[in-house]
């Protein structure tokens, strides 16, 4: 155990270069110590960062992909905030049809509300 510091004294933090994970205990030793600069002694005391985590590069993944291009139509006016009168008037059909393709929507995607839905395909994190 290092015995504590005097009062007033200076400590120096000694950091690894970038990229160095853990430095090694021979070189550790060497950038421990003391060092005296215009009179000033500096205890070296070496610190270290860990690495920070690499996720594994992957493609995002939509859900987007399991839609028709109508049914990804129906997911972008719900995204957009439309109800299925709205969408049924933008996308000139019905309201019967917009709640047959949301249905199958919800199916494909394991889902049950609007808001997972647009979850699932815009590729943000659901429970």
Known sequence: MRTPLQPGSHVLLVISEPGAAAMPEARNSVLAGELI????RY???PASFPEP?????SEPTSDLRLLTARERQVVSCVCA???????????????WTVAAHLRRIFV???????????SRCYGVPHP
Do not use: F
């Open 53 to 57: 985590k690499q996720e594994p590069k």
């Open 37 to 40: 600069i215009d009179g000033q």
């Open 108 to 118: 494909k995607l394991g889902v049950d509300t609007r808001a997972a839905m647009v």
């Open 81 to 95: 905030g439309l109800g299925n009168k709205q969408i049924a008037a933008k996308l000139g059909i019905s309201t």
């Open 43 to 45: 205890h070296l005391v």
